[in-house]
């Protein structure tokens, strides 16, 4: 592993890189501390946009990860959100899954270098991100259009029934299954995470949708996870010296600001709106790695695409990549203005009253 790490290139950081990479941390931050999936969809792609190797974007998000999960998670532990139980059992299985995917990395880019991994991020972005990301949007919508409350999905409240030993009750989410319906979900997470640091694609979906936590406490449990998974993650990328950490530093300083910030508004909008998010996001991001994919695979001399039109599909992904971090910040600060704004006009009316 050494020999590959000198091999990789880390880019140079201009004040315009420096400034785009705060923001693209402090939207992440922001999506992560609402929605609990460690923002790694934009903060991956929005890396590899810069020009940043995918071996080497994952590694440094991976390692900014753990110190913005910690804050994250006890700021909505204080909420009463966090199911500490089910995040330290989901995150057994997780780190298993995390050794598991650093070693496909590793071999990908042995066998095809860096254009083969730069590939393979973006191919599983594309393909996670419109599969998990559709399905959460539809199910986001369907649940706004009745009372805007989760409900258990079938398929958990199947596994529920069935009382295969050891039986586990998590007390914050309500749920009592067994642990073997939990590991492949923590599995799922970690190999994801560690191989295109996306494991909230998994974890998040996979305590709704299999487990039968809300999404309130899916997207505060799954911060547990992250911190558990991205500090082991780290000590393993950092041995193959692929952790850039000046990007590390800089989309962790943006990213603490905007943990913060999203972990806030989940106490002011309907559980149904996080899923909105996280679908939104997902597809316009899956748009964006899309284009850029007909470069990775022109470098690999699958196809053969012109100079020309690979710096427009280039352009275009970056700017699409800009909008869905846009897009992810007006609709949860949107959400919470509005909702703030109703809080306050209910306590001047309920004043009145009293009055």
Not at 239 to 254: H, N
Not at 282 to 294: K, N, Q, T, Y
Request: aromatic fraction near 10%.
């Amino acid at each position: 592993m050494q020999d590959m790490a000198t091999n990789i290139q880390f880019i140079d950081l201009t004040v315009l890189n420096i400034a785009f990479l705060f923001v693209v941390g402090f939207i992440g931050g922001l999506v992560s501390g609402f929605i609990g999936s460690g923002g790694a969809f934009v903060l991956t792609p929005g890396m590899m946009s810069l020009g940043v190797p995918g071996t080497v974007a994952v590694a440094s998000n991976m390692c900014h990860k753990f110190p913005k999960a910690m804050v994250g998670a006890y700021k909505r532990w204080k909420y009463g959100q966090v199911d500490i139980k089910l995040g330290l059992v989901m995150a057994a299985s997780a780190g298993i899954g995390v050794w598991v995917g650093i070693k496909i990395q590793e071999w990908i880019l042995a066998q095809w270098g860096q254009s083969g991994s730069n590939l393979y991020v973006s191919v599983s972005f594309v393909v996670i991100l419109v599969v998990v990301g559709g399905y959460v949007f539809y199910d986001a919508m369907k649940t706004g259009k009745g009372d805007g409350e989760d409900k258990p999905s079938p398929l958990a409240l199947w596994l529920q029934s069935i009382n295969l030993p050891p039986m586990i009750h998590f007390k914050t989410a309500n749920v009592r299954i067994s642990m073997w319906f939990t590991i492949p979900v923590g599995f799922a997470t970690g190999m994801l995470a560690a191989t295109i640091a996306v494991g909230g694609f998994i974890g998040v979906p996979g305590m709704i949708y299999v487990v039968g936590a809300g999404g309130l406490v899916a997207s505060a449990t799954e911060l547990v996870i992250a911190f558990v998974m991205g500090f082991f993650g780290t000590i393993k990328w950092a041995m193959a010296g692929m952790v850039d950490i000046r990007l590390t530093l800089i989309i962790l300083a943006g990213s603490l600001l905007g943990v913060q910030l999203g972990a806030i508004g989940t106490t002011y909008v309907k559980e149904h709106m996080i899923k909105i998010v996280m679908g939104s996001i997902m597809l316009i991001v899956a748009v964006s790695r899309g284009l850029a994919v007909p470069q990775y695979l022109t470098e690999l001399k699958i196809i053969s695409v012109g100079e020309t039109t690979l710096k427009v599909l280039g352009t275009t992904s970056f700017l699409i990549m800009c909008g869905a971090l846009l897009f992810g910040a007006i609709i949860i600060l949107g959400a919470m203005w509005k909702a703030k704004r109703a809080e306050t006009a209910a306590k001047k009316a309920a004043e009145f009253a009293i009055v």
